[in-house]
């Protein structure tokens, strides 16, 4: 159960709000396959992990949703750019927690990949959930030996969408990249793009969540995880 917290939390941090010098749709919905590089029989754990992770996002605001635990457990990051806030909402069972942070902090979970080297690779182009996407090789020892590919959009109208990631160096909103969490190598791949509305409500403080500090957000997904 302490792995399987940890990794949904993590899932969660790794998606962004974003920069888009050609414009694009300002609002709607992103959902992404997430592949496991290890079998359920190499790591029995894998069997409970989500499947997808959804992004919803309107006029630069964001908020990515992960559920696990057969709907038990919820973790969401909204992000809030005109209020410079960001808030992580965590519900387990009946009990709802959320904390408050500056929009430039670091979401809870990012693992420290400053040796990442990224070069790009704006020539070599493909298709995801039909927008348009661009090539970048990295380099990071710690996901893996060998370059591998990550592809990002312009296509999609976020600010800064990957400021508060090992993935700053990227301007464009990911559509398909590798990361490594708790020792568990998977890939992102966008899927879908819903251009349907979203309320502003996806973005606002619930007010029926208690608010507590980050340390103490954690202390209570350690007591869960035990």
Do not use: W
Not at 8 to 33: D, M, R, T, V, W
Not at 106 to 112: P, T, V
């Amino acid at each position: 159960m302490r792995n399987l917290t940890i990794i949904l939390l993590l899932l969660s941090s790794i998606f962004f709000s974003a920069c888009n010098e050609q414009g694009g749709p300002k609002e709607g919905e992103l959902i992404y396959k997430i592949t496991y590089l290890q079998s359920e029989r190499e790591n029995p754990l894998v069997a409970l992990l989500p499947k997808t992770v959804s992004m919803r996002f309107k006029d630069d605001n964001t908020a990515i949703y992960v559920e696990g635990f057969f709907g038990t457990f919820q973790l969401k990051f909204i992000t809030n750019r005109k209020e410079k806030v960001s808030y992580t909402v965590l519900r387990i069972m009946d009990k709802k927690y959320i904390s408050v942070n500056h929009i430039d902090s670091l979401n809870a979970g990012y693992e420290d990949f400053s040796n990442m080297q990224i070069t790009k690779n704006p020539n070599d182009t493909i298709s995801f959930a039909g927008l348009l996407c661009y090539q970048a090789r990295v380099l990071c020892a710690q996901m893996s030996d060998t370059a591998v590919s990550v592809y990002y959009t312009y296509d999609i109208d976020i600010e800064e969408p990957n400021s508060n990631s090992p993935y700053s160096q990227i301007d464009g909103v990911l559509a398909k990249f590798q990361t490594r969490v708790a020792g568990i190598d998977m890939v992102f791949e966008l899927v879908e793009f819903n251009n349907i509305q979203i309320d502003d409500s996806e973005f606002i403080f619930p007010t029926d969540y208690e608010e507590i500090t980050n340390q103490e957000l954690n202390e209570i997904l350690e007591s869960f995880q035990e």
